[in-house]
């Protein structure tokens, strides 16, 4: 493990202690970010080898994103406290910069929390917008929007649900859900009745989708546990009933109406009957049908790939395709499910992360999809973590999809560093971490992650929410120069987002391909921009979209190094 060693820990602390602005509530890890400065800062001095293909500068203070995650209580004491939360990323103005939407918990009652706080905060914990200026700072524009949600949120997911040319926001949470309308104006209006959205219990990790290709975006809500706050009974050593010890729940279908309504068609879409402990969603067309299908990540619960059959029904098929347990045939505690094609083959494989080893599943054909992450060098690193949020992206834009995960304590509050695999090709990764920047000496206990380009500069940055704790932005430093396209797609007559379509890039005698998809990783949702790295290729001989629509639009020799706005006609 990345660890500090020796007298610089007792300086580390040491100094963060003196510099610390407020007291530390006990059993928490981390309450200020003023402690995160002289770790960043004397972390050089630990043994850190020279620069790496990829490099992460931490710069959240800078950047004006003062967001402290709350789990609502004095310390972990509940499966609900400790879920934590994720954020998405969407440009909810319109002026081609990625916005940034997080959520919290909250306090719930002295009934609900064993360790309720002993004074409440002046200002309660919410969510928060954080509006992007293009020049590396945000704003807090969160009374502004009107998006702050009275609930103890867990993920977050954008869509333009009713096609009118502007980014909407969907946030899960405990007890129920919510369904923000984007007015246009700078605010937002919640329509979740209106709407018919209707979401009872837990709702946690969630993804849009155009299941039946009618052009408007669908929506899937995973639930996680029936979960009760007057439940004690536990073996000691465990801290607190984890999820094994509830009821699991079933998930949630909701059809677009395309009137700005929906209905529920879990039951008739086959969704409803198979019941889990959703963690994270997500939705791709793995066997290449042109229909979405819908991966869940349970914990401790087999995991379900929910393929769809073209009639407005889904057959789950985790078990037969290979997708539904461990390297061992365990159920793991899958957190993050990402679809993505590593190899280059066109066959979008599939990537979890979990408490355990990670599973990295190479899509051979035929809906099978292999185990190879032992071979892909990332079992035995990741084995010493727990991992939540995890992103796929090309960090370095040499043409390979590379992998971050941020990690944390499952149900202590322990931290732990994070880490970042470098694609080599041929689905073999290597871990870069140790020389991607000071920031991975520093240790959080991470929940969600979200990626996104925020300043249009061609690399791919991070945001990690930390557990009752302030979150980081990580801005990309990579030094190379390879080149990059990323595509802003807007639909016609598939959903306005064209979540679903199929970009390939052919630059420099290779062919790559990403589907746009709508929410992945863990309660988090990435850039809605459709980003590719180029290696040394200066010029694209061909974009090619395939619209949820079946429409085939080709653009030849589009330009490189900047976004590139492709209308469906």
Request: hydrophobic fraction near 35%.
């Amino acid at each position: 493990m990345r660890r500090i060693h020796g007298p610089l820990m007792t300086a580390l602390f040491g100094r963060g202690s003196e510099t610390r602005t407020e007291p530390r509530p006990k059993g928490a890890v981390i309450r200020s970010r003023y402690l995160f400065a002289p770790l960043l800062a004397l972390a050089t001095l630990s043994g850190q080898p020279g620069p790496g293909p990829i490099r992460f500068e931490e710069v959240s203070a800078g950047a004006g994103i003062q967001f402290t995650h709350s789990f609502g209580a004095e310390k972990l004491g509940s499966l609900l406290e400790s879920t934590g939360g994720g954020a998405a990323w969407l440009d909810y103005n319109n002026d081609g910069l990625p916005d940034l939407y997080v959520v919290s918990g909250k306090p719930l009652g002295k009934d609900m929390h064993p360790y309720p706080l002993r004074k409440l905060p002046q200002t309660p914990p919410h969510n928060h917008l954080y509006r992007n200026d293009g020049k590396g700072h945000f704003t807090d524009v969160t009374g502004q929007a009107g998006v702050g949600g009275d609930l103890f949120s867990m993920g977050a997911i954008a869509a333009d649900y009713d096609n009118d040319g502007r980014v909407d926001l969907f946030v899960s949470g405990y007890g129920r859900a919510i369904l923000y309308r984007n007015k246009g104006d700078g605010t937002f209006e919640d329509v979740t009745e209106k709407a018919g959205i209707k979401v009872p219990g837990w709702s946690i990790g969630s993804a849009w989708l155009d299941y039946d290709k009618d052009g408007c975006v669908d929506l899937f809500v995973g639930r996680y546990v029936k979960f009760d706050p007057e439940y004690h009974n536990y073996y000691a050593a465990d801290n607190y009933p984890g999820p094994l010890d509830y009821e699991p729940e079933s998930n949630v279908l909701l059809h677009n109406n395309c009137n700005g309504t929906f209905t529920d068609v879990s039951e008739k879409a086959g969704i409803a009957k198979f019941k889990g402990r959703t963690m994270g969603a997500t939705a791709a067309d793995f066997d290449l049908d042109g229909y979405p299908d819908i991966y869940v990540a349970n914990d401790k619960t087999e995991n379900f790939l929910f393929h769809n059959e073209k009639n407005g029904t889904f057959k789950e098929m985790a078990v037969s395709a290979g997708v539904a347990y461990g390297q061992s045939g365990e159920n793991t505690s899958a957190m993050g499910p990402v679809f993505d094609d590593f190899d280059h083959d066109g066959r979008v494989d599939l990537w979890v992360s979990d408490s355990k080893y990670d599973r990295m599943m190479k899509n051979v054909g035929q809906l099978k999809f292999q185990d190879v992450t032992e071979r892909a060098g990332i079992s035995q690193l990741a084995a010493q973590y727990v991992s939540w949020g995890t992103g796929v992206h090309d960090f370095d834009n040499d043409g390979w999809d590379d992998i971050f995960i941020a990690h944390g304590g499952l149900i202590h509050m322990i931290p732990q560093e994070h880490s970042v695999f470098h694609n080599t090709g041929g689905m073999k990764f290597e871990d870069v971490s140790r020389a991607a920047g000071p920031f991975f000496d520093v240790k959080s206990v991470a929940r969600g992650a979200a990626f996104a380009d925020y300043d249009n500069d061609g690399k791919i940055d991070v945001f990690i929410v930390n557990l009752g704790a302030p979150a980081f932005l990580l801005h990309n430093t990579s030094p190379g120069t390879d080149h990059w396209i990323a595509v802003k797609l807007v639909g016609r007559k598939s959903n306005r987002d064209g979540i679903g379509a199929r970009v390939e890039v052919v630059a420099g005698g290779a062919r790559q391909e990403r589907e746009r998809v709508g929410g992945s990783g863990y309660l988090s949702q990435d850039d809605p921009r459709v980003h590719f790295g180029l290696g040394a290729a200066a010029k694209v001989d061909k974009l090619t979209v395939t619209w949820p629509s079946g429409t085939r639009q080709v653009v030849e020799n589009p330009p490189v190094d900047r976004v590139v706005t492709v209308e469906e006609k």
